[in-house]
């Protein structure tokens, strides 16, 4: 089953990478702590390379031929990766994508996402695209998951540095209407397996939200579909984008989102939800100690200001 992406949701997408591309790219290349700890494994400057890489990357991912593949990423092993063992990959780029000066990361940002949004002009933004694990993205999708690797990696240094972070509701919506459903109405791959044999049961989540179109997702044999909404909802989940998202990548916990009213579950079988959530899942990351001003972290910190 496929969905339109109208013109104002991609020139939306477009123009959220070029802006919080800018506004990431400033931040990095004005830190006098590249060293500061983003999270337990990645310091600052590390965390720039991974999303700087990622926007080298999709620049032939989403015009394959165009330019040739960078050396860190090898094919097979982008088919190969799974939620599980995308942390492999992660370092596998980093060990080759050597370069740590927050200035030369900054400048090398913004030039690939020039060349990104210059390669991605013209085409059909619903076309869909080879991903990680095999999976089949829609275009407009790749460059919304871009967008997010710059809002949730913007705000890891921001915290890290004692800098002010805004995530709009708008663009964070952008990554699960573009990005999640897009790649489930099109083919999630190998992205989602595990060792743990499917479960046979039905398991139907209604996705709301003021910035989204309503949705419901289903797992069932291991496999995960689209539904329209509807009364066959074990679980119906309405929710603020970004707190979502920073629950899906383990930014915020779960308990602390549905606190603060932010992810609001109901419906006939709410106890399903976590069944669900262990198969369609999303990397965490790893938090190192106190961060600035005293917020706890982990999952469970505050999310940025």
Do not use: C
Not at 19 to 31: H, L, N
Not at 249 to 255: D, E, I, K, Q, T
């Amino acid at each position: 089953m496929t969905a339109p992406i109208t013109h104002d949701q991609w020139k939306a997408t477009r123009a959220a990478v070029r802006q919080t591309g800018d506004r990431f790219a400033e931040m990095v290349a004005t830190t006098r702590e590249p060293q500061a700890r983003a999270t337990a494994d990645w310091s600052v400057a590390d965390t720039a390379a991974h999303v700087a890489a990622i926007a080298s990357m999709y620049v032939s991912v989403v015009r394959p031929g165009a330019v040739p593949l960078p050396a860190f990423a090898v094919e097979d092993r982008l088919l190969a990766t799974t939620v599980d063992t995308v942390g492999e990959l992660n370092d596998l780029t980093l060990r080759s994508f050597t370069e740590r000066d927050p200035r030369l990361l900054a400048h090398r940002l913004r030039t690939d996402i020039d060349r990104l949004l210059r390669v991605s002009d013209g085409l059909d933004p619903a076309e869909p695209v080879t991903w990680l694990g095999g999976s089949r993205v829609p275009v407009a999708g790749v460059l919304a998951h871009l967008l997010n690797e710059l809002l949730i990696h913007g705000r890891d240094i921001a915290r890290a540095i004692g800098a002010r972070w805004v995530i709009p509701a708008r663009d964070a919506a952008l990554f699960f209407e573009l990005f999640v459903i897009g790649m489930v109405r099109h083919d999630v791959g190998r992205l989602l397996e595990t060792d743990e044999p499917p479960r046979e049961r039905r398991i139907a989540v209604e996705f709301r939200s003021r910035h989204t179109t309503p949705v419901t997702l289903v797992l069932r044999d291991g496999r995960v579909s689209v539904e329209g909404p509807g009364r066959g909802a074990d679980v119906r989940l309405s929710f603020d984008p970004v707190t979502l998202n920073l629950m899906l990548f383990g930014r915020v916990s779960r308990a602390r989102a549905a606190l603060t009213g932010k992810v609001a579950v109901r419906g006939r079988r709410p106890w399903l939800l976590p069944a669900f959530l262990r198969t369609v899942r999303l990397p965490a990351t790893r938090y190192p100690g106190p961060q600035p001003g005293g917020a706890p972290a982990g999952a469970d910190a505050a999310p940025a200001p």
